[in-house]
């Protein structure tokens, strides 16, 4: 199945990795069906479906891999045709035997993949692409059916060390820890930081003051009261009450001259703003693992988030700084006035360097390939 997310690269696309790091196996072709997603509602979990699907075909030639999509989002009475259908293409696909389903479940429908699955025969991988602000984990009949059904998977594998603290997981059923995968663009190393004295402060993605995309606001007001120098770029879209909440702070706060507000960029446009900058500025309540966190630190960028799992997960390995729900402004401000711009663009340099090898594609299918592997019966170990 060919990847509908693809750019128009196509096959001669260059894509990251390192040679000498590739992890082809020395195991017999395995067939993989990765499940997940919905190209009628592009986000996260398709794009991590179809960077898989063409880093797997790239440094892991001997697996057969194809991808379908689940179409469980959002699901009315509509739309499920479209899921059922998603099943009955699951069930023709295993015509030619799939080895492993890796399920990439965002929602409870996407977990009735794995009972088809397992009365298939087939072995099953899970990802949660889940936090624990998920309506999965919130609300108490849904966590037991989550963890209900999970139960049945051969193996669940995480997005980053410490998910498993953070949502609920069957006990029994063994882990390992996965990566995620970046896009291409970020495997560029960025260019030189520029001489300018002035602190560059970015913040992109869906806009909403549970993002944090006030809150930013708020820190340059506080920068500007304390007389650092600062230029900051806030990108995406928003409801048009945020909107204009944006607008009436930047007014208020005399903030005009030192923020720019742009629209969405997409690929290579955005992965070169967050390398243009020196921080991200991620205030967000919502997000676990956010993946623009991890784009940035690739880019060379510091993030600056709130104390969640996930991002807890990123500074610990490479750097950046957490900052407390209920002062995080605070916190925010404070940590950058006690550090010389200097200092920030020497760390973030040698971070963006150190992520991009972690996260390079050919390590990513390595870890992916080890948990595949741990799968097997002991017999053929």
Known sequence: MENPLL?????????????HRDPTPVTPAKRLCIVGGSTRDPGGVEIFCARALEAVRTHWPECDVLWLQAHSGHLTPTRLPRFLGALRAFRHANRVPIDV???NAANLPDLLFVLLAKALGIRVLVTLHLGANSRLQRIAALRWLCRTLAARADR???LFDGQDAEIDLPAHVPRSTIRTFLPPESFVPPGAPPAEPALRLIHAGRLSEGKGSLAIVDLCAALDRAGVPFTARIIGRGDEALMQELYTRI????????IALSDWLDGPALIAAL?????LVHLSRLDSFPLIVLEAMAAGTLPIAIDMAGVRAMTAAYDGHLVDPDAAVVGAEAWLEATSLADLRRRGTAMGARVREDYSWAACVATLAAAIEAMQPAATA
Do not use: S
């Open 7 to 19: 750019d128009g690269h196509g096959p001669t696309r260059c894509v990251p990795g390192f040679v």
């Open 101 to 103: 389903l890796w399920l």
């Open 156 to 158: 669940i594998a995480l």
């Open 251 to 258: 007014e208020a706060n005399g903030l005009k001259p030192h």
């Open 275 to 279: 390398g243009e900058a020196d921080i």
